[in-house]
């Protein structure tokens, strides 16, 4: 079976016109059972660093990591570097395409006395995030359990997602996606990766590995209704702050200090993987962009839908 580019692109526009997709929030994929919210407590108190969450994160999830075709596409325009991180795998102090789970380490002086947190750094799987509801592919949606994934089947890495990100979490990888059976010197240029909070263990019923790992209980997860009381009584009985409770309009994952968030987003070392703790405004309040990501969706729908279909018949024919 013989298929162009051309071809592709019209069938696959064709048969995704019959699918019209809404917000990321409404977007919620079901298998059947009944699904509830759920959220993630993290008691920075408790965190001493060991490492078993990034270590667990990265043992369930190797499957998941990419693996590049080298060398590279050369890319045009000139300005579009590739990301390359496949030589760099062992890299623990910042998220990447390998590492969706690092500790970030705070010290300084707080009311007088000195202090040192560790701070387990993710994706927060908002509430109404930014990258799936404004990704044009389609790729990154939110499921009916709160989480915020990319499908790396159809993400093209063109890092909207990135771009929208208030800490700009999601990383690329350059050699693998869609992208080379597509336009592999005009396309996005690989893939996009970040966590999906052990989607496929929590849908089969299970606990996300970073959670299961921890000797010191620093996480707790569960409804997000319960989870977030949980942590706002934590903080009133401790004297402690709240982060991620309004942060970008809401999130699924509560952190919970005895340090204020804006002493230690001084605090931290910032950068390229490794996201600031600064206060975050909800982007969707101000109703052009709330309206451009409506509008957005129902292209992304379509785009989706078109880009699976390409998958699909790539593979296809490529088996026959």
Not at 130 to 146: F, I, Q, V, Y
Not at 260 to 272: A, T
Request: hydrophobic residues 35%; aromatic residues 6%.
């Amino acid at each position: 079976m013989k298929i162009n580019r051309r071809s592709f692109l019209a069938s696959g526009l064709a048969v995704a016109a019959g699918t019209v997709a809404g917000p990321a929030k409404a977007r919620a994929q079901s298998d059947g059972a009944e699904e509830v919210v759920l959220a993630t407590l993290l008691d920075l108190s408790k965190c001493i660093a060991c490492g078993a969450c990034v270590q667990a994160c990265r043992e369930a999830n190797a499957r998941k990591y990419p693996e590049p075709v080298k060398p590279f596409p050369k890319m045009y325009p000139s300005r579009v570097k590739a990301a390359d991180w496949s030589d760099k795998r062992h890299v623990d102090d910042r998220l990447t395409p390998y590492n969706w789970l690092y500790i970030q380490t705070a010290s300084g002086t707080y009311d007088g006395k000195p202090f040192e947190l560790n701070i387990p750094r993710r994706c927060l799987h908002c509430q109404n995030p930014p990258c799936a509801n404004l990704c044009p592919w389609g790729a990154a949606s939110k499921d009916g359990r709160g989480i915020v994934a990319i499908d790396d089947e159809i993400c093209l890495g063109g890092s909207k997602c990135k771009d929208v990100c208030p800490w700009h979490i999601p990383e690329r990888q350059t050699g693998v996606g869609l992208y080379l059976k597509l336009a592999p010197s005009f396309a996005g240029n690989g893939v996009m990766f970040k966590c999906d909070r052990c989607q496929d263990r929590v849908v089969a019923g299970g606990t996300p590995a970073c959670i299961e790992a921890c000797p010191e209980g620093v996480q707790t997860i569960g409804p997000r209704d319960e989870i977030l009381a949980q942590a706002r009584k934590l903080a009133e009985e401790s004297g402690g702050f709240l982060y991620g409770d309004t942060e970008n309009g809401g999130t699924n994952t509560f952190y919970v200090s005895p340090v204020p968030f804006d002493v230690l987003n001084q605090s931290i070392e910032k950068g390229p993987g490794r996201p600031h703790l600064a206060a975050v405004a909800d982007p969707f309040t101000a109703e052009d962009v709330l309206a451009r990501a409506v509008y957005a969706a129902p292209l992304a729908g379509l785009m989706a839908g078109a880009l699976h279909l390409i998958r699909g018949a790539t593979s296809e024919g490529k088996n026959e």
